[in-house]
């Protein structure tokens, strides 16, 4: 279920509160009840990296949003989110509210699976039991008067953090930061200001720039137009990845409530026969991305249904079609027929002023675009959403436009872009390259109070052990508590999120790994430099 539209944040700040004092009785229970269990559960999956000290956190009484997203976007699985579901981007998708209620309901230490495939019983997957839920958290809501810890020290991050990073399997050259995100000091840096390919964690940057230049509750239109005393029927393309052709949409845009509402105005004016058009013209440039034809991107258009995927996956690599616009229009085509509207076969064209529209479809809030963009680690939605800032920027929608509309969007939020370069939105371009600062840079803003648009950078990221790209990975200790973007490609290896670290502390880490050789080896040195930062007191 997606949410139809975002509430600004100071219009949703009474409603939280309201929301805060009604489950605030059942969550000081929950927390009563599980807490033995937790605190079981954390004593028995601490990594034994660096001895930690955990502690207690005593929420302010004043409800903020983004407090609880900060947190509980970290720490995985809480109860605390059902304080904030009402205000917006939290709950977008309403896996917070189904987690808190799960996290009550369940007998088990941890929390909720995140999302896990129901279809995938966890036996048959490997996956791993539910994660502790944060006890720091359950235990503040609970009513207790501790104070979090003062944040780690860079000799004792030093310390826990550069043997791991000295592993041979992370390459000839690695980059890594970490930083308080409540004060945006960094605390730990090795070569932080130097810049690496990314890979993936480039769309960390592109969901900033697309949240901050369109908005959280910016969505894209699909729409037909009929062109007048022609009858040409014009499917135009609003640049919506997500648009789906699926009987069941889940909440996306759907292609076949399209044709339903168009077909129900072409017969009510009694036309039974259409020339079916579609424009593609919202987008400019080559469609194709420099890396070539490729499983892990469709050719990039204003108009594709399903990301123009030839099986019925919603995510990772598979066969594209070659022309998704022409794809989506016989698709098109084919629903109106069943309508008993005749159509020609469609080709290329482009809707006149004159046109009038009949009917349109529109993908839900750019929040869940960025959640899922961020999750799947999904190329389709990250090359769209450039585009969708570069034309609202003014800039050609291409892969130029939007690589200068992203760097254009960070640089107005006062980011750290010395040493970046972008030529795509997904990162699958070797060429670009970002430094540990400006990731960090970028997850400190995404928490900042005064930037909730951006909370989906960070509530999109994947859990570890759990969602999207890390369901596989952390199956020990760190799972339910790491939550990080991926990148990968030949012979590079990247890890950019957020962790509470034992002593309560939110922190942001970058890890950047370039010369790898062995993929697997290198996203495991990783995962265990993030899980030693979790697992850290290191003050």
Known sequence: MFVPELRPWRAARPHVARAANAVRPRLARAARAVRPKLERAAASTKPQLARVRPTRIRWPKTV????????????????????????????????????????????????????????????????????????????????????????????????????????????????????????????????????????????????????????????????????????????????????????????????RDLADRTAAVLKKRGIKEVTLSYDTTLYAGPELHPIGVNVNLAPVSALMADEGRTDDSTSGPVQRVTDPAADAARTFGSFL???????????????????????????????????????????????????????????????????????????????????AEFHDGSGLDRDDRLTADLLTALLVKAGDPAHPELRPVLTGLPVAGFTGTLTSRYTGGAAGVVRAKTGTLTGVNTLAGTVVDQDGRLLAFAFLASNTTNPLEAQSALDRTATALAACGCS
């Open 337 to 419: 027929e069943d309508h008993g509207i005749r159509t020609t076969s469609p080709g290329p064209s482009k809707a006149t002023t004159r046109a009038e529209n009949l009917a349109a479809v529109s993908s839900p809030p750019l929040s869940s675009l960025v959640e899922r963009m961020l999750t799947n680690s999904d190329n389709d939605i990250a090359e769209a959403l450039a585009r969708q800032t570069a034309a609202a920027a003014g800039k050609p929608a291409g892969f130029d436009g939007g690589a200068s509309a992203i760097a254009g969007a960070l640089r107005k939020l006062g980011l750290p872009l010395k040493g």
């Open 64 to 255: 903020r949003t983004w407090q609880y997203t900060a947190g509980a976007a970290t720490a995985g699985v809480t109860l605390a989110v059902a304080v904030a579901t009402a205000a917006g981007p939290w709950d977008s998708t309403g896996q917070r509210t189904a987690e808190a209620d799960r996290a009550a309901a369940l007998d088990r230490t941890g929390g909720a699976d995140h999302g896990r495939n129901p279809d995938t019983p966890d036996s048959a997957a490997g996956g791993p039991r539910p994660a502790p839920s944060a006890a720091s958290v359950l235990t503040g809501l609970g009513g207790a008067m501790s104070t979090v810890k003062s944040a780690p020290t860079g000799p004792a991050l030093s310390a826990v953090l550069g043997p791991l990073l000295g592993d041979a399997a992370l390459g000839t050259r690695h980059t890594a930061a970490v930083v308080d995100v409540a004060t945006g000091k960094r605390l730990y840096g090795t070569g932080a200001d130097t810049a690496l390919t990314p890979a993936s964690v480039t769309k960390i940057a592109t969901a900033v720039a697309a949240l901050s230049t369109l908005g959280a509750d910016h969505r894209l239109t699909t729409r037909t137009a009929l062109e007048p005393d022609t009858k040409e029927l014009v499917l135009v393309g609003g640049g919506d990845p997500t648009l789906t052709a699926h009987k069941d949409a889940q909440g996306w845009a759907s292609l």
